[in-house]
């Protein structure tokens, strides 16, 4: 599961970069035939952080935490797949920035599902 762990969190960070970066590009009206690599980045995003809910799970790291990742998930993609037909026009920018926060927040939120999923499973290592 270390290794699993450590796969999916790297995913969290490395498509979560990468959508940032996109999304910059996006916001100032470039590269916008990149569109779909942006939701596909994304769909991979929420599946890391999906399987680092589910590793959590099963290694106890509390319901709660767990059920936020995955809620949050939902989250992600709902917002993601729906945000160019919310609030259209002059205030479409509140939505761009709540996609941004949205989508850092669950880049944190992958961080430390991975931190106390490795803190849990350290000390049976060293047992």
Known sequence: MQG???VAQMLVRICGGL???LGI???TGHALSLIPIHMLLGLVFVIALWVLAGIGARAGVGA???ALAVLWGIIVLALGMTQTRLVPGSAHWV???LHLLVGL???RLGEVLAQRIKAVRAPAMRA
Do not use: E, M, S, Y
Request: charged content about 5%; proline content about 0%; cysteine-free.
């Open 95 to 97: 939505i761009r920035v």
């Open 25 to 27: 590009f996006f916001w």
């Open 19 to 21: 959508l940032i970066i």
């Open 105 to 107: 927040f669950a880049i």
């Open 64 to 66: 709660g935490l767990v």
């Open 4 to 6: 699993t762990t450590t």
